[in-house]
Structure formats: C-alpha cells, structure tokens
C-alpha cells in the first residue's frame, strides 16, 4: 500500500511541478476539496532568503506543496461554538458557501443546487439568480451539475416549491430566465443545518 501512495505521490508531483504556481494552488485546493482533506499550511520563504542548495536539498513534494498550498480559511469559531452547543445554526452566520455546504451535506442534485442558491440569496444578496449562477457556486465547492436546468425545474414543481421563476428573456426553450429561493426553500436549507 505504502509502495502505491508513494509512485502516486511522484507521478502528481511530476505532473503538478511543470505547471505555473497560480495553477499548482487551484489543483491543490480543488484535490483538498474533493477529497475532504484539510493541509495543514506551509509558510514557504520568499525565493531570495532559500539558497540553491537549499532548494536542491528539499524534496519536491515537500517545495511543492509550500508554494502550492494557500492558506484553507478554518470555519468560523462562531459556527464550531453554536454545532458544540446544539445552537440554531442560520444561513447567515456562514461567510462562504464552502462552510454552509460542509455543515448542511445535501446528498441530492437539487438539495446541493438549493444551498449555493440560498446562500447566493441571503449573503449575496442575489435576488434574481440565473442558472449560471448556481452552477458556477456548485463548482467552486463541488462540482457542477450535468442539467442544472432539470434540478432547477425540479425545485419550481416541488411542493411546496423552493424555488420560482420571476422572469423570462425571450420567447425560446433556451431563453434567459431569472428564478428566487422561496420562503419554504430557505427554511429547508435552515433545517438541513439543525
């Protein structure tokens, strides 16, 4: 097993090497992400103070990971205060999406698209949300839906409906349509919390 992980570990870091550092940090984050794992974070020195036998004497997992690991944000003191002490937990005491969706854990595609949706709703203050929306706020803590359609329509035929459509660009089957959290959907994604 242990052989496994390491020729693994060396293939990433060949790969991941060749890239920019901009793109190092966006595949590390979104592996941490993916795969629910908290790195701890490296304080790299600036190019100037290492030397070059000092670079050459790293490992290049370990020079790697220091350049590539941007600091993960801890959920907030606020919200590990009121989960240890059974508190009622509101969509306004998150500060990113990624903590909401980590604490309400939707399982379904239209329970996941309701979350980013309410959370683009309520601190976003996104009245009118279009489907991009949604999906682009899935995709930076998930991943995106394959028909965000077909969820966003499944939300609009629920009953109670989570969501409604307030308006409509266009007289096609692909025109731009505007859609709002109803009442009931916030309250849903309230109750996913608690």
């Not at 329970?111 to 709703?121: N, P, Q």
Request: charged content about 30%.
């Amino acid at each position: 097993m242990l052989d496994q992980e390491l020729t693994t570990l060396m293939k990433c870091v060949e790969l991941i090497g060749e890239l920019n550092s901009e793109a190092q940090s966006r595949i590390t984050h979104y592996l941490s992400s993916k795969f629910d794992v908290e790195l701890p974070v490296l304080q790299a020195k600036p190019a100037a103070e290492q030397s070059v036998a000092a670079k050459e004497s790293k490992p290049a997992a370990e020079t790697s990971a220091a350049v590539a690991t941007p600091p993960k944000p801890a959920m907030e003191k606020q919200i590990f205060r009121k989960l240890e002490d059974n508190e009622h937990l509101r969509i306004e005491d998150f500060s990113s999406s990624a903590d909401l969706f980590k604490v309400a854990k939707p399982k379904r595609a239209h329970e996941k698209a309701l979350v980013i949706a309410a959370f683009l709703t309520v601190k976003q203050g996104i009245k009118e949300l279009k489907s991009s929306d949604i999906q682009k706020g899935l995709r930076e803590v998930d991943k995106g839906l394959q028909n965000i359609t077909n969820v966003i329509t499944r939300l609009q035929t629920n009953k109670p409906k989570l969501m409604v459509q307030t308006r409509k660009a266009g007289d096609t089957q692909q025109a731009r349509k505007r859609f709002k959290v109803t009442q009931e959907g916030l309250d849903l994604v309230e109750t996913m919390l608690n």
